[in-house]
């Protein structure tokens, strides 16, 4: 594999948000869907207190983490909590045309082939990054970027991945 790009403050690689991300988003082998009940008081009141009125909640857990799912107004949003009910990751899915203007050009100009499928912003402890999702085919890469506008790392998404999580119901391309 490349080398890890130390961009977080905590010492957190972009291979370590990426596979954080491929665990929440795309594989859902071991994942144990829970019931509301079944998820600390702590971490719902949390959730429930920066999104008032969610619904159709999808909780699980994998790997010591509970992950919350859900959709609102066409975009989808997934929370990782720890088990002492810190918040370590958030994707909020976006509009692609509210990328950045610089990020637009960067990805029209280095992928002129390509076409820019999704877009979120992705919050990892403190730092935030923007992730465009670009597809040819059925090729899918995803660029990170930092807020500076700054070009992070390009991974590819296999399709087998993409599949999965069409079939989750996380993503709603095609």
């Known amino acids: 594999m490349s080398e890890a790009l130390p961009i977080l403050a905590s010492k957190l690689t972009m291979k370590n948000i990426l596979l954080l991300f491929l665990l929440i988003c795309v594989s859902c082998v071991g994942t144990d869907q829970l019931t509301a009940s079944q998820v600390p008081l702590s971490i719902r009141q949390q959730l429930h207190k920066e999104y008032i009125g969610v619904k159709k909640l999808r909780w699980s857990n994998q790997d010591n983490y509970y992950i919350a799912q859900f959709r609102r107004a066409t975009y989808d949003y ?97």
Not at 99 to 126: C, D, G, H
Not at 127 to 146: S, V
Request: proline fraction near 3%.
């Open 78 to 174: 997934v929370f990782v909590y720890d088990q002492q009910g810190k918040l370590v990751q958030k994707i909020e899915e976006i509009n692609c045309q509210k990328l950045p203007v610089a990020i637009q050009e960067q990805i029209k100009t280095k992928y002129p082939n390509y076409i820019l499928s999704e877009a979120a912003l992705q919050i990892v402890t403190q730092d935030t990054l923007y992730r465009a999702e670009i597809q040819r085919g059925l090729k899918f890469y995803y660029l990170y970027f930092k807020t500076n506008l700054n070009f992070v790392k390009q991974t590819a998404l296999p399709l087998e991945d993409k599949k999965a999580a069409w079939d989750f119901g996380v993503l709603r391309s095609w």
